[in-house]
């Protein structure tokens, strides 16, 4: 099956304007801008037939072509990064079998998470739409919940049947959970990695609905397909010591620094 990864990125973010752009500094010293680090990450992935960025804005399109990517422009219509892939899949004529959302504020997604998502969607022919789901420890959710109580939209978690089918996404840290857990613990609370695998038929209604009531509320694109009665499969991946965090606010700069550095990320 042809693979190909789309990282969307756009300049006019809401909660943090020209988020693409920001520099992140590595474990060498070296840094390097968002979008670039989610490139090079992209480019790890076995299996990939092609990698781009789907942007509306020449800044980015500019700083990535410099790192030599290759871009699609897409239009500042696009309400999120699923409209976005599925119009940059558009513009190179379609034809892939499967297309990944990478998206372009999760630099540190390990190239395992995006193989076995997509690995995880070829075994399941029932289902349209994959995405990674990653075991909470202790440590990651009191995280959460701290974010939760400052006011902060931090990770996202996922509830899901016993067959992986989703169930729910929320910005809320769900389920609730009465108990104390040691950093180190498994917790019954999974974080949403935010990539995506569709079939290219999904992909291409997607833009066609109109924005829901849960999807307005939550503020998650995903929610769209649940709420159009699609099959979602969750896909449990498997940290492997790496430690995991996207890019929503200013004050997650430090904190993915920090990882890197722990991590002897360039």
Request: aromatic share 8%.
């Amino acid at each position: 099956m042809s693979v190909l990864i789309v990282i969307p990125a756009r300049y006019a973010s809401t909660r943090y304007p020209g988020k693409p752009l920001v520099p992140l500094t590595g474990a060498t010293g070296v840094a390097q801008t968002l979008i670039e680090r989610s490139w090079r990450a992209a480019c790890e992935v076995n299996g990939v037939d092609r990698v781009v960025v789907a942007t509306d804005d020449n800044r980015i399109r500019a700083a990535s072509e410099a790192f030599g990517a290759e871009v699609v422009m897409t239009s500042e219509a696009c309400g999120n990064g699923t409209e976005r892939c599925a119009e940059a899949h558009e513009a190179l004529g379609g034809g892939y079998e499967i297309v990944v959302n990478l998206q372009g504020d999760a630099p540190l997604t390990p190239a395992w998470f995006i193989e076995g998502l997509v690995d995880g969607l070829r075994a399941a022919p029932d289902a349209q739409i994959a995405t990674p789901v990653l075991r909470c420890d202790g440590a990651t959710l009191t995280g959460f919940l701290d974010d939760r109580k400052a006011g902060r939209v931090g990770g996202t978690t996922a509830v899901f049947g016993a067959s992986g089918q989703a169930l729910y996404f929320s910005k809320e840290v769900i389920p609730y959970a009465n108990a104390t857990y040691s950093a180190d613990a498994d917790t019954p609370v999974f974080h949403h990695v935010g990539v995506y695998a569709y079939r290219p038929d999904a992909l291409a209604a997607y833009p066609g609905w109109p924005v829901g009531p849960l999807e307005t509320l939550e503020g998650l694109e995903q929610l769209r397909f649940l709420e159009n009665g699609r099959h979602v499969l969750c896909v449990e991946v498997e940290a492997r010591g790496r430690q995991f965090w996207e890019l929503n606010n200013p004050e997650d700069v430090p904190k993915i620094e920090q990882m890197m550095a722990q991590m002897g990320l360039r």
